[in-house]
């Protein structure tokens, strides 16, 4: 719905859900369904406690910092969200930092975002040095994550499971055929290492060791021909079988006790 009435900057409103529209420009594009889950369970104790960022353009509301908490609000069956009206023309930037303090985006999405900030604004690298605190190194690193190609930065845009150091090291690669190899073969040796978790045997509990070297030790003992061994060596199974017996004699005294 099309904004009718004239806002204060850094007033704050009781703004309907349904007049708040995302931010185009969002760095962020993957929420978090757990995260999202306990910020709406908080929210339908609590309530809101900490107000949304907007903005007007040609009419309409868009948010600028928020959009979780706005998620999360309608989850929790709200209709309406406290939000704070600015008209900063940085508004890309404020959007930037406050997901980046708040949680962290996927390392795509901060690249994406670092880039379009740095295109929109003219920004060199030590401005983003300056303004996020980081190293030129990182933010160096950062950026290079745009040269992947299309379909890698699609996958791992809202998957935070791939780590940002290995995409670092496959953006590294000069031409983008290495880099769709490299991220081939990663993503083999993750699913790898998945299978061989779930092919490996569970750990046994001590109890489920003693049980199945009691059962082999029984089904040992009921194969034993005796009449195959030598004096000496029924002398040395029926020793070794008495003191099995004692041991469990006493385990069922202690259990009865």
């Keep these: 719905m099309a904004a009718t009435e004239p ?3 850094n007033q704050l409103y009781l703004i309907p859900l349904a007049e708040l529209l995302p931010d185009p420009n969002q760095p962020r594009k993957f929420l ?3 995260a999202l889950d306990e910020l709406a369970a908080s929210i339908t104790q609590h309530g809101v406690l900490e107000p949304v960022l907007f903005r007007v353009d040609n009419g309409l509301n868009y948010v600028v910092a928020g959009e979780r908490r706005c998620a999360a609000t309608r989850q929790a069956g709200l209709a309406s969200v406290p939000a704070i009206f600015i008209d ?3 508004h890309t930037e404020i959007s930037l930092v406050e997901n980046l303090l708040r949680q962290n985006l996927t390392a795509v999405e901060e690249a994406e975002a670092l880039g379009r900030l740095q295109e929109d604004h003219k920004y060199q690298q030590d401005d983003l040095t300056r303004i996020f605190g980081k190293s030129k190194a ?3 690193e ?3 994550l745009n040269k992947l190609p299309q379909e890698i930065r699609d996958e791992c845009r809202t998957d935070p ?6 995409l670092i090291e496959i953006a590294r690669n000069k031409q983008q055929r290495s880099m769709t190899t490299a991220f081939a073969r990663y993503k083999a040796q993750q699913q790898k290492a998945a299978e061989g978790k779930k092919t490996r045997a569970p750990r046994r509990t001590k109890a489920e060791g003693i049980v199945a070297a009691l059962s082999t030790a029984g089904g040992k003992i009921a194969d034993l021909d005796m009449g195959t061994l030598s004096t000496q060596d029924k002398s040395g199974v029926i020793e070794a079988v008495e003191s099995l017996r004692h041991n469990i004699d006493d385990f069922f005294t202690r259990v009865a006790q």
Excluded at 161 to 166: A, G, H, L, N
């Design 7 to 9: 806002y204060v900057r």
């Design 32 to 34: 978090d369904p757990a």
């Design 138 to 140: 990182t933010i160096s």
């Design 142 to 144: 950062t950026l290079s």
């Design 161 to 166: 499971s791939v780590p940002k150091r290995t």
């Design 88 to 90: 900063s023309q940085n």
